[in-house]
């Protein structure tokens, strides 16, 4: 934490960003400790997050969650000021208007965001006004975790070893205030709704059917899924059944801290099983904390790989299959239903995107941005640091990357991991009467068993756009010749 100045104030703005939470919110803990008048202030400014403004999925996600945050602040008798950007003068005027002398905001470290709040600090500080800084969204500050050579980890696994460690060290959670002064009257604020964050065609059914924005849905999330960590190691990889726990979106959008998923899991510790459990899931918060700290490092990898021997990488540019892997018609099953799971909820299953993302930087030999770019519009949980390091992962360019030679095979990844094939029939219900043997493979299945199933390929369902085989040798060929 950094004030500038230590003098008591009398009003303090909190500035809300990707911390929509009340729990564990050390910006308005902070606020709270020095002002009497406190003034929760959102101001949506996509524009300053440029060219990764927020996509379709994530406006909706936001939507909800800032009407949450406000009804979660008029109970204990406050309210959210929204307002429009630019930042810096809406700040400004709010300073002005409320005669504040503390603004508390929680970082953000995309390289966007932290240029404009370094800029913006320094101006509020030449002004007069103290800022506080505090870190909501990580376990740990980036710059802190480094290995011998105090240089950032590039690897994960020894990045884990010395994060884990460290647990233990965390300050416990603070609590939710029961009690919030009430706004200053007369403050300039729009609605929500004058955002217009929601789509103008209303194609966010399935999202609104899957969903629950907001601290509460967070915390009710958390409680269900810790409930049921034991099956987490052996269920994870299954995208036929709900074993993960779908906290992303929430994460992303600070309904919920790290910290409070470690006090919840371990406070509830019990059962070897349950200890094994929550351990592994801790480890794949571990990624989240690896992807943040690799994007404050490297925060070029956004757009270039980190790997600097794949920039020289040539992509294939084919819009007519990259429309195909969008709309989940590419005919192979497996990858299909992940794209339209996605379309559909605004989120896909762990496993299905690292195949999904295979199929289209390997097989296809599509530029990883594309996928990437279309991620960031349709997930709910589009995280700039997480979805960087996934699809580099994927590609073979990133930190700690997959190997060149590991191309997911879809029909084998599909009988291992959808062994029931239940996760296909879901999404692809036109394949769904195909006996397991040939449900995801359908260009395989003879004639009659087709027949019988109602399915005409190309027309009830498309052939695959790729030989897998013949595009495999193909993406090995290229990566070879890279390294
Ligand atoms: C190509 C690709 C793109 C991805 N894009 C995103 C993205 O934009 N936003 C996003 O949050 N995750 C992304 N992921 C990581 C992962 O798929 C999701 O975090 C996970 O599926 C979310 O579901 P969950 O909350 O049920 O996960 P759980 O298995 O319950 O994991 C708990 C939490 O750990 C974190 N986490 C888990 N796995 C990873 C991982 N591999 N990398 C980083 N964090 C992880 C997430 O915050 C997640 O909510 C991507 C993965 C790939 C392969």
Redesign the pocket.
């Known amino acids: 934490m950094n004030a500038h100045r230590s003098a008591p104030a009398q009003t303090a703005i909190v500035w809300f960003r990707r911390d929509l939470r009340l729990t564990d919110n050390p910006a308005l803990r902070h606020a709270l400790e020095h002002a009497e008048k406190i003034v929760p202030l959102y101001v949506y400014a996509p524009d300053e997050e440029r060219p990764w403004e927020p996509g379709a999925a994530s406006r909706w996600w936001l939507h909800h969650s800032l009407s949450a945050l406000d009804a979660g602040l008029r109970k204990i008798g406050s309210r959210l000021i929204v307002q429009k950007g630019p930042s810096a003068t809406t700040l400004r005027r709010c300073i002005r208007d409320t005669g504040a002398t503390l603004v508390c905001w929680n970082r953000l470290y995309e390289p966007a965001a932290l240029k404009r709040d370094a800029e913006l600090a320094s101006a509020l500080d030449d002004d007069g006004v103290s800022v506080e800084q505090s870190n909501a969204a990580l376990w740990f500050e980036p710059g802190t975790i480094l290995n011998g050579q105090q240089l950032p980890y590039r690897v994960f696994t020894p990045f884990w070893r010395t994060v884990e460690k460290q647990l233990p060290t965390l300050p416990a959670p603070s609590k939710a205030p029961r009690k919030l002064p009430p706004v200053p009257r007369g403050l300039s604020r729009i609605e929500i709704d004058d955002l217009a964050l929601l789509p103008k065609i209303r194609w966010d059914d399935g999202l609104t059917r899957s969903w629950l924005p907001g601290e509460a849905g967070a915390l009710k999330q958390l409680k269900q ?1 810790s409930e049921h960590v034991a099956s ?1 190691p052996a269920g ?1 990889d299954r995208p036929d059944r709900i074993e ?9 959008f600070g309904e919920i801290g790290p910290r409070q998923i470690v006090a919840a899991l371990r406070h509830s510790a019990g059962a070897a099983a349950h200890t094994k459990g929550a351990d592994s ?1 801790l480890r ?2 571990g ?2 904390e ?2 943040h700290h690799l994007l404050f490092h490297f925060p070029d990898t956004t757009d270039a790989p980190l790997d600097k021997r794949f920039a020289k990488q040539k992509w294939r540019r084919s819009a007519a299959d990259l429309r195909a892997w969008q709309h989940g018609a590419t005919g192979i099953p497996l990858v299909d239903a992940g794209l339209r799971e996605l379309w559909r909820t605004g ?4 496993r299905v ?2 195949i ?2 295979s199929v289209l930087t390997k097989n296809l030999q599509i530029h990883w941005l594309q ?2 770019r279309w ?2 519009d349709t ?1 709910v ?7 960087t ?3 580099q ?2 590609a073979g360019c990133g930190a700690d990357a997959a190997p060149y030679y590991r191309i997911f095979n879809p029909v084998l990844q599909a009988k291992r991991f959808d062994p029931v094939r239940g996760y296909i029939r879901r999404w692809v219900p036109e394949l769904a009467r195909l006996p397991d043997r040939w449900i995801h493979q359908p260009w395989a299945a003879p004639a009659a068993v087709l027949q019988q199933a109602g399915v005409e390929l190309d027309k009830t369902y498309p052939r695959p756009v790729l030989d897998l085989g013949e595009s495999r040798k193909r993406a090995l060929q290229v990566y070879s010749q890279l390294r």
């Open positions: 899924f987490y994870r993960t726990s779908r906290l992303s979106p929430h994460l992303h899931y794949q918060i990624w989240r690896f992807a989120w896909m299953h762990n995107r690292m999904a993302a996928g990437a991620f960031w997930l949980d589009a995280d700039l640091a997480n979805n390091l996934g699809w992962w994927v």
